[in-house]
């Protein structure tokens, strides 16, 4: 119940391409859906965040596609960048504002 | 956006050892403080909440007596891993809430402790 599934475990892409990042939960409480990148030896960053009563969210070339029936969301970087290579978190708010965090995913974006 | 440091950066200390690490909110007040824990290529997973001024709730499997986690303050929280032993080498990250409704929580770069 209180888990987020995140999906796939790495991933590479072509400068240029499109980054797809997937996650899932089970908890209809959570309220709150952020994503966060984090660089080697760094505390993570909030790149972009949504909440359940919106179904998109776009910031820049960061895009949030959020599904309430399905419970599940994705993160899309378009134009992605050798910059943007480090791993990334979905997670989920639950009661009391703790995160709950998926797996993450270490993007590789290739020149 | 709103900023937290955490010191130090790294510490290597022997096996038998208390460690302290710090938590600050620079620009903001933080009712709320969350500490982590990530292992290498892991996730991160929340060891304890603190709310300045109360006792801190721990995670299940998280022993309070050995992570010490104090808020006595309204920008400042401490976490001293005790005894600390090889096994509790790992990247501590401290995050912090302000107290105005927001959802978002502020992180900090993280604290490195290898023990030996």
């Known amino acids: 119940q209180q888990q987020v599934k995140q999906s796939p475990q790495s991933l590479i892409v072509q400068k240029g391409g499109i980054s797809i990042i997937n996650c899932a939960y089970e908890?209809?409480?959570?309220?709150?859906f952020p994503w966060y990148q984090q660089f080697p030896g760094k505390g993570p960053a909030l790149l972009i965040a949504i909440r359940p009563d919106v179904s998109e969210k776009k910031e820049g070339r960061f895009t949030i596609s959020f599904n309430k029936s399905a419970k599940q969301f994705s993160l899309h970087i378009m134009d992605s960048q050798p910059g943007d290579s480090a791993t990334y978190f979905c997670a989920a708010k639950a009661q009391g504002g703790k995160l709950i965090f998926g797996q993450g995913t270490e993007l590789s974006v290739k020149p | 956006g709103a900023v937290v440091s955490q010191h130090p950066s790294r510490v290597i200390c022997k096996s038998g050892t208390s460690v302290k690490i710090e938590c600050r909110s620079l620009?903001?007040?933080?009712?709320?403080m969350f500490w982590y824990r990530q292992f290498p290529k892991k996730s991160l997973m929340l060891m304890a909440t603190?709310?300045?001024?109360?006792?801190?709730?721990?995670e299940q499997g998280v022993e309070k007596d050995k992570f010490l986690i104090n808020h006595a303050s309204l920008t400042l929280s401490t976490l001293t891993v005790t005894s600390a032993h090889p096994e509790d080498s790992s990247f501590y990250i401290c995050?912090?809430?302000?107290?105005?409704?927001?959802?978002?929580?502020?992180f900090g770069p993280g604290t490195r402790l290898t023990v030996l």
């Open positions: 603190s709310n300045e001024g109360s006792k801190a709730t721990y």
């Open positions: 908890n209809t409480a959570f309220d709150y």
């Open positions: 995050s912090a809430r302000d107290g105005t409704g927001h959802h978002e929580q502020f």
């Open positions: 620009d903001f007040q933080a009712t709320t």
